[in-house]
């Protein structure tokens, strides 16, 4: 079946643009996560979906980044007046209610310029 | 703030031969879980630990929870080329709920020809 997928597979952005990355979680999934991967390290937590709860954002750098999630479905990262250190892999995952992510999806590569 | 750390940073071996990882923590966690990323794939979820003490094995791969639930391990036996990899750690807290993952900085394993 299909898998967690997420577009663009790459960005490459000059500084103090704005950006977004969507994600398409598995069908009927209510939750979701967003994480970042420097190169070399392991991932950081950015915000976590349940359902029609109020969104965990406490892992979100700074106020340039957002997400929303639209329909309990379709989710969007939005980085604004993007910086040198947002380069990174943002990866989506997805799970039933109240059970670990499995699997991630292929991630979108940031390049910011 | 929560730390994983997880040895070695990587590791070079022959194919057939058994392999060993772990992490540790200075916090106590609900939940271990051991990740596998091939490169330019998202991770992907190979083992879930819930109790202190638990050892679980999916195929040639064994871990545990430890029994201070601050760290675990990942055994691979007789590895093959296809065990190349990322592999992570990662600790699952509860607050509310809500779920937070913290990772580790990655096992990069290398098989010599």
């Known amino acids: 079946g299909a898998g967690v997928s997420q577009s663009p597979s790459n960005k490459v952005t000059e500084k103090g643009k704005d950006v977004e990355l969507r994600c398409d979680p598995i069908?009927?999934?209510?939750?979701l996560y967003w994480y970042r991967q420097s190169l070399g390290q392991g991932l950081e937590f950015l915000i976590y979906?349940?359902?029609?709860?109020?969104?965990?954002k406490s892992g979100l750098p700074s106020d340039r980044f957002s997400a929303e999630r639209t329909g309990g479905s379709v989710s969007t990262l939005t980085i604004q007046r993007t910086q040198q250190e947002d380069s990174a892999v943002y990866l989506c995952?997805?799970?039933?209610?109240?059970?670990?992510?499995?699997?991630f999806g292929p991630g979108t590569r940031l390049t910011v310029l | 703030g929560q730390q994983l750390n997880q040895s070695p940073q990587s590791m070079f071996i022959q194919e057939g031969e058994d392999v060993s990882m772990n992490c540790t923590s200075s916090?106590?966690?609900?939940?271990w879980l051991w990740y596998k990323q091939d490169p330019g794939e998202g991770p992907v979820l190979l083992i879930a630990?819930?109790?202190a003490g638990e050892l679980t094995s999916n195929g040639r791969l064994t871990a545990q929870f430890g029994i201070t639930r601050k760290d675990s391990f990942l055994n691979i036996s007789a590895s093959i080329p296809s065990d190349v990899g990322i592999y992570f750690c990662?600790?699952?807290?509860?607050?509310?709920?809500?779920?937070?993952?913290?990772w580790g900085a990655g096992t990069k394993l290398i098989i010599k020809p």
């Open positions: 069908s009927g999934h209510t939750a």
């Open positions: 916090s106590i966690f609900n939940t």
């Open positions: 995952a997805s799970s039933p209610q109240g059970l670990t992510a499995r699997g």
């Open positions: 990662a600790g699952q807290l509860r607050t509310d709920s809500n779920y937070q993952l913290i």
């Open positions: 979906f349940q359902g029609n709860s109020a969104p965990d």
């Open positions: 630990l819930y109790k």
